[in-house]
Structures are given as C-alpha cells and as structure tokens.
C-alpha cells in the first residue's frame, strides 16, 4: 500500500499541472538585485546597510547609523523626537522616505514610505510592491490590530517586517524593530 502511494502520488502532482500548462501569461518577475538596483540604502529585519556594504543592526550607535544614512543620500538628514512613544522617548532621524529611531543612543527600528532610494533586502519597496506578489515570494500573516491594512513577512533571512497596505493591496509602508505606533 506504501509504496503504490509513493508512485501515485508524484503522478497526481504531475496531473494538476503548473503555469508551463496554463494558457495564462507568467509574470516576469525582477529579481531581487534588480528591484533594488537604484536604492542608496537597503533595510532588513535586523538594520540597514548601504547598498553593497555590511549593515548597521539595530543596536549600533545613532552616530554611526546618521553618518552611513548622510554619506548613502548626500545630506544630513532631519532630527525629531517623540517623548510619548510606548518604549520611552525616541528620537528620530529621517532620510528622503526612511525614518531611522533611536531608543537611549543606539539605532532600534526604522520606518519606510514610498521613495525610490530605499528598499527591503527582499526588494520589496512601498508604493510599487503589491500585498498578493508579497504572498507569492513570502509567508505573509494579515494582522487584526486598530491600525489599518497591518501585515507582517518572514523576510529570506527568517526575520520579521511588519507592513501597511492600502484597500487595494498596494503596500505603503514597511517597518522593523522598535516602533512609536499606538494601537
């Protein structure tokens, strides 16, 4: 009985077919270097990095991070705090679409909009990555908190981002580590 499974049951995977069999166009897919080919800086579940170079991980010290995000864009970028956020006073440091937070010093999450010269070390990007190609490539969990459209992905590397779709399915932001949301 066993072994007349084992033959049938390659035969029936067979049988249900694949794209190759389908009158449907496959989608062309870009790889993860081309989706990020024209980003300055790429984030990950852990940190962020110049493109090409070895990320800062959460933890590192804002000086270090401020000074890689300033060489990655060219400028210095925009200071804020927050002294009401659930993990203490944060402050806040923002380049073009990327905001980098601090928690006592040291480099403790980011958050991302839409702006080409950021982008996941997965290639997803808000503003052109949709919600359904994210669950093609990755293990997406749709989150039920107050804030609207939460998500969460197991990045390649087995970490964690959490994200923000519009009704749609169109992803408008992304974030990793300590965050100042209230839900």
Not at 2 to 15: F, G, H, Q, T, Y
Not at 53 to 61: D, I, N
Not at 102 to 128: I, N
């Amino acid at each position: 009985m066993k072994r007349a499974l084992l033959i049938a049951l390659p035969l029936a995977l067979v049988a249900c077919g694949g794209p190759e069999d389908s009158d449907e166009p496959v989608a062309d897919v870009a790889s993860v270097d081309e989706r990020v080919a024209d980003a300055k800086l790429v984030v990950s579940a852990d940190g962020v990095g110049a493109k090409g170079s070895e990320p800062l991980r959460f933890g590192a010290t804002r000086e270090e991070v401020d000074a890689m995000a300033a060489q990655a864009f060219g400028s210095e970028g925009e200071e804020s705090s927050n002294e009401e956020c659930g993990a203490g006073p944060m402050d806040f440091s923002q380049y073009g679409p990327l905001q980098l937070a601090f928690l006592d010093g040291k480099f403790a999450g980011w958050f991302l909009r839409e702006g080409k010269a950021v982008a996941t070390s997965d290639g997803v990007r808000p503003g052109v990555s949709t919600l359904d190609a994210l669950k093609g490539e990755r293990q997406v969990q749709e989150l039920d908190t107050t804030l609207d459209g939460e998500f969460q992905y197991t990045t390649a590397d087995y970490g964690t981002i959490t994200g923000f779709a519009d009704e749609a399915g169109n992803i408008d932001a992304l974030q990793a580590g300590v965050s100042c949301f209230f839900r």
